[in-house]
């Protein structure tokens, strides 16, 4: 996949976004310089999933921005969206793939380096590129794991054969510790999700991480 497509990465939150809904958050953050938009709902059931997903499918038409949804490949399939993140409890990424095909884009969360060599045991091309953290602690997955740290997403960066994209607790002061930790993108949920306004904070964000990258 095209790694630009990782570089500001927003994960929704339906409680966060409040009543200006998903896929209003969305569209604004996507106005503000989002690359990718994933639909992240563990309380909602498939039917709301599937409702929600094909909002958020039908306003990221022409954007060229792709839609992901968590945990969920039936409902990424069924709404036509671009991929599906899966977690380390998830469906197995190869299973997903033989699911879903090529072309289809597959994400898959890491939360410390000793999981890394599972990668091995995939056929390349199962797996698109790493979730890893998080990075910073974080309020919005109480489940979370441990922080690993800035020096955290740096080992996995330098041992992973996958694009990196840091999550857990990162907003515009400190995305640009995690780009140059090596990660090619951030992704955020109350930074975006909880903003008065989405578009100003994508916009930032974005600015921390175009500062941040390696001049190329």
């Given amino acids: 996949m095209n790694e630009g497509a990782l570089r500001v990465y927003l994960i929704t939150d339906t409680d966060l976004c409040g009543p200006r809904g998903v896929t209003a958050t969305a569209r604004a953050a996507v106005a503000g310089g989002v690359t990718a938009v994933q639909l992240r709902d563990p309380a909602a059931s498939a039917r709301q999933l599937c409702q929600a997903g094909a909002a958020l499918v039908e306003a990221m038409a022409g954007t060229a921005v792709p839609v992901l949804i968590n945990d969920r490949v ?22 997903a793939r033989d699911l879903a095909g090529d072309g289809f884009i597959i994400g898959w969360s ?13 056929a390349p091309g199962t797996v698109d590129y790493l979730g890893v953290g998080p ?10 794991a441990t922080p690993i740290g800035v020096t955290g997403i740096r080992d996995v960066c330098r041992r992973s054969p996958l694009p990196v994209v840091g999550i ?11 780009i140059q930790a090596g990660a090619v993108g951030v992704s955020v949920i109350s ?5 008065a306004d989405p578009r100003a904070a994508a916009a930032a964000l974005c600015a921390a991480v175009a500062g941040a990258a390696p001049k190329r």
């Fill in 191 to 195: 930074a975006i999700c909880a903003a």
């Fill in 135 to 144: 990075v910073y602690a974080t309020a919005t997955k109480p489940d979370a």
């Fill in 110 to 122: 890491v939360t410390e380096p000793g999981q890394l060599p599972a990668l091995e045991e995939l």
């Fill in 74 to 95: 039936d409902v990424a399939l069924a709404v036509g969206a671009g991929g599906v993140h899966l977690g380390q409890s998830d469906l197995p990424p190869a299973a």
């Fill in 168 to 178: 857990g607790g990162i907003d515009a002061s400190n995305a640009g510790a995690v």
